[in-house]
């Protein structure tokens, strides 16, 4: 019987929901999903310029766990560009270091600091928001 996988954690959701490519002919229906966690990887990595072995331990998992889902992040991204394909985020197994919140109007995703008792959205100050947390 197979190991149940925990959640790994993520410090931020992304501020994307998706990549679309530009300037392409024939349109692809198939789109890639990158996982939250996957994002966090290539962010820790490839942005934060972190060792794997510093990034794992940030994201609360061992090494090899991590350079998976590094290595599957770089697979999905490839694969997007090589076949013009969308990206999309999904949530997958994570969970975040904060309550982040998403605008159901503008989309803008952000946390709420805890001096602040109003719960509108930063960018548009919709009151229509929703806890990104599931």
Not at 62 to 77: D, G, L, N, Q, V
Not at 100 to 127: G, Q
């Amino acid at each position: 019987m197979a190991r149940r996988i925990s959640p790994r954690k993520v410090v931020a959701p992304p501020s994307f929901i998706g990549f679309k490519p530009y300037g392409v002919i024939t349109e692809n229906t198939d789109s890639v999903e990158l996982l939250y966690e996957e994002y966090e990887a290539l962010k820790l990595a490839d942005y934060d310029i972190m060792n794997h072995q510093e990034a794992s331990k940030l994201m609360g998992i061992s090494r090899p766990t991590f350079a998976r889902i590094y290595e599957s992040a770089r697979r999905k991204i490839a694969l997007a560009l090589v076949e013009a394909r969308e990206i999309k985020t999904s949530y997958g197994n994570a969970w975040m270091e904060k309550n982040w919140f998403v605008c159901n109007d503008c989309l803008a995703r952000f946390t709420i600091p805890k001096n602040i008792t109003a719960r509108t959205c930063p960018v548009c100050h919709s009151f229509n928001i929703a806890l990104l947390n599931v």
